[in-house]
């Protein structure tokens, strides 16, 4: 126990070290919430919770901002970005290190993390100079037709732990150049993390001197959230969390007819086919449901694979698991993390065990790692079952690296099974038929957001659109032209002709 309070002091004093390098000043922190490590499951330090009234605030001070914001050009909206993105890179082993102590993921994906928001604001301020929109034919003559997009107003970002720093960047970084201000409400298990990413654009926003109140943290829990949620002042409410979380936010946002975004759950699936390089399936199915501990949105949980190759295939899934170190991520060597926490790895285990009722066999993992070293920190094997069908726990998300296996012979049959879960964000086929690769991609195929051919689920780029169909919410975010959810698309009609002929030939006075 000594050791492991030794150890949290020690994260403790690197992280306050981080988030003051980052411009957090430390000596106004202090409150009500208290922010842990899942590292040890000890406190590192106690944060401030805001109030109603606080948030209430914020929103109309954003609201206001927006006002002066929406007219500085794009393009100098943009040199907020590019600056923001040179202290992300200034200050990327030091946001790194704190999003590794609160979110447990090992640095090397920590760093990562930061990447991804490094690239948003390269991406960003190139987009600062093509929101383009198109002109048309106009029907009549002497006349244009031509769409205008504008910025939309405030932005209500509320964000999972498991990517703490990332996805609030791609909403903000884009939100920024469009013209719009935000409203962050990050989750309560990563508010060191927001504190960090928040202080460096407010950094950025000094140095470029850009107006205040253009972003606003938030730090509350969920019922702070709702005010957001139901605020009439937030245009765009982006939320990245559980199904549950999206149906309760989406009628809430469509009954003031807000915009919604929602990136919720998925349950991604790999196909893997007789002609596919086994190798190079191995590791991109490792990767994919291994890295993060399984707690990415874009995990691998399902693996459908041919019969032909499926005893193959499993045994060398299963001593590549066997070689993977688990353990604290502030050692290099480790690759597998800590769960959140201990209802993560509940659960886990109660899913390991409807997946035995339910006709499974665990191949390997489920086991707990060094409960007694570490007692408050959820080290986890990573499991794999072999599922005789698709049956109810393997069409569920399970937070966790838990990967359940299955077979088929036909492969219309294994895209079936593929496409027949709830959730829709990521796919892939391991195949070098190129005809099979195809027939995934097209309209009949993987009925997700994601389909990758020969890669993982997971490691998305920003430079594509990132989201899903069904139940992981149908939003799209980051890269291609996800920017065009925050703003406002204007039809704009110019009459140059001196006459005033009407449309479709209608005739009037
Ligand atoms: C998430 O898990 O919410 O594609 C985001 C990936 C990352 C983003 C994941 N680039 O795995």
Redesign the pocket.
């Known amino acids: 126990m000594t050791e492991t309070l030794t150890q949290t002091s020690e994260i403790a004093t690197m992280v306050r070290s981080s988030l003051e390098a980052c411009g957090v000043n430390i000596d106004a922190l202090g409150g009500a919430h208290e922010a842990s490590s899942p590292l040890t499951g000890e406190v590192l330090m106690t944060l401030p919770v805001n109030s109603a009234e606080d948030i209430h605030t914020m929103i109309g001070q954003a609201h206001e901002a927006f006002k002066t914001w929406r007219d500085v050009p794009a393009p100098v909206r943009g040199n907020l970005v590019k600056r923001w993105g040179e202290l992300l890179t200034e200050h990327k082993d030091d946001l790194a290190r704190i999003v590794t102590a609160e979110a447990g993921k090992i640095q090397s994906e920590a760093l990562g993390e930061v990447q ?1 928001m490094i690239d948003i604001c390269d991406f960003a301020v190139g987009l600062s100079r093509q929101l383009y929109g198109k002109t048309m034919p106009s029907e009549r003559p002497g006349h244009r037709l031509m769409e205008t997009w504008h910025p939309l107003g405030v932005v209500g970002v509320i964000s ?1 732990f ?2 703490p720093v ?2 609030y960047s791609w909403n903000t970084a884009l939100a920024l150049v469009c013209g719009d201000t935000i409203v962050w409400k990050p989750s309560g298990m990563t508010m060191l993390s927001a504190l960090a990413a928040d202080a460096l654009l407010g950094r950025a926003a000094k140095d470029v001197g850009a107006p205040e109140n253009l972003h606003k943290l938030v730090l509350a829990d969920r019922t702070g959230g709702q005010l957001i949620v139901d605020d009439p002042r937030v245009a765009l409410l982006s939320a ?1 969390g559980s199904v549950r979380m999206g149906q309760e936010i989406a009628p809430r946002v469509a009954q003031r007819f807000g915009r919604a975004l929602l ?1 919720l759950g998925g349950n991604n699936a790999a196909i893997v086919t007789p002609s596919a390089d086994l190798d190079l399936a191995l590791r991109g199915i490792v990767f994919a449901a291994v890295g993060t501990a399984g707690q ?3 995990s691998m949980r399902r693996l459908i694979v041919h019969e032909s190759i499926v005893e193959d295939l499993t045994a060398k899934l299963v001593s590549a698991y066997a070689t993977l170190r688990i353990g604290t991520p502030l050692d290099e060597e480790n690759l597998i993390g800590p769960l959140i926490n201990k209802a993560s790895f509940e659960g886990m285990q109660d899913a390991i065990k409807s997946a035995q009722e339910q006709g499974g066999t665990v191949l390997c993992g489920g086991g707990r790692v060094n409960a007694d070293g570490e007692p408050g920190a959820y080290y986890v094997e990573p499991a794999i079952v072999r599922m005789p069908s698709q049956s109810a726990v393997v069409k569920d998300e399970t937070f966790a690296p838990l990967l359940y296996v299955m077979t088929y012979t036909d492969f219309d049959d294994a895209v079936a099974l593929q496409n027949d879960v709830p959730q829709g964000l990521s796919s892939a086929v391991f195949t070098n038929d190129h005809a099979e690769a195809e027939r995934f991609m097209s309209a009949s195929g993987s009925d997700c957001g994601i389909a990758n051919v020969n890669i993982g689920t ?3 780029e920003i430079g594509g659109a ?1 989201g899903g169909e069904k139940e992981t919410g149908g939003g799209r975010e980051s890269g291609a032209d996800s920017w065009k959810t925050y703003m406002r698309q204007a039809t704009n009609t110019v009459n140059f002709s001196g006459q005033l002929p009407l449309a479709q030939g209608v005739k009037f006075l």
């Open positions: 991804e999972a498991n990517f990332a996805v990245t990136e990415r949105c874009t997971s490691g998305a990132f």
